[in-house]
């Protein structure tokens, strides 16, 4: 266990539909990243957040967001969602001051979308 | 802007032989790089990590790698390979810049082991 919690594990949804992906970093963490891996893009940095605040801003949708709460979970929201969102979600935290050095991941949403 | 460039998609050893994959790196500035495995089905581990204390560096699992700066390389190796090695490595960079903290990921190489 990483200690960095992503539910649920696995979402089956149909086209058009929106989801919630949560992240819990781990505990002392004040930073929250979100990747997308997918087949054909590899994976991507989505968007990071730290102790609440948006900090920087990757190859995001317009049509997926996120935010970070005060007990500084996180959520990314997909929202009219197509075929090629199909992709496994990574969360990962990080400790102050570690930045890219102290990354932890989580073990993944499996998105499919049919 | 920084990238990473796996030169091998697909890498067979047979079980006991070294493990060498392939990673350039290009970056305007003095970059992070980290090497990572992912086996199937499960999340992302680091296996080492670059900090510019020494162009040698150490990580989990007898696995090693070399920063070396005029051939822009920094190539993951293993004296001898395990079947529990098999899974996909990504080799990584951060741009240390502005406090960056994104981390930009290779293609993949997926390794496999020949019994």
């Known amino acids: 266990d990483s200690g960095v919690t992503q539910t649920p594990k696995h979402l089956i949804t149909a086209t058009g539909q929106r989801v919630t992906l949560r992240c819990s970093p781990r505990?002392?963490?004040?930073?929250v990243y979100w990747y997308q891996q997918s087949l054909d893009q590899g994976l991507q940095f989505l968007i990071q957040y730290y102790n609440g605040e948006e900090r920087a801003k990757g190859n995001i949708l317009e049509r997926f967001s996120a935010q970070q709460f005060p007990d500084l979970h996180s959520e990314l929201n997909l929202s009219s969602l197509e075929l090629g969102d199909s992709a496994l979600y990574f969360c990962?935290?990080?400790?102050?001051?570690?930045?890219?050095?102290?990354?932890?991941f989580g073990s993944g949403t499996r998105l499919t979308v049919v | 802007a920084q990238s990473v460039t796996q030169l091998d998609s697909h890498v067979s050893v047979s079980e006991g032989t070294p493990v060498l994959l392939r990673c350039n790196y290009s970056s305007s500035y003095s970059p992070s790089l980290f090497w990572y495995v992912q086996h199937p089905n499960k999340g992302l581990q680091l296996l080492l990590k670059?900090?510019?204390?020494?162009?040698l560096v150490k990580g989990i699992n007898g696995f090693e790698a070399e920063f070396k700066k005029s051939e822009t390389s920094f190539h993951l190796t293993k004296p001898s390979a395990h079947m529990s090695d098999a899974a996909e490595y990504f080799c990584?960079?951060?741009?240390?810049?502005?406090?960056?903290?994104?981390?930009?990921f290779g293609t993949g190489t997926r390794l496999t082991i020949i019994p």
């Open positions: 505990s002392g963490d004040l930073s």
């Open positions: 670059y900090t510019s204390a020494a162009t």
């Open positions: 990962a935290s990080s400790a102050p001051q570690q930045g890219a050095y102290g990354y932890t």
């Open positions: 990584v960079v951060s741009d240390r810049r502005f406090g960056n903290e994104k981390l930009t």
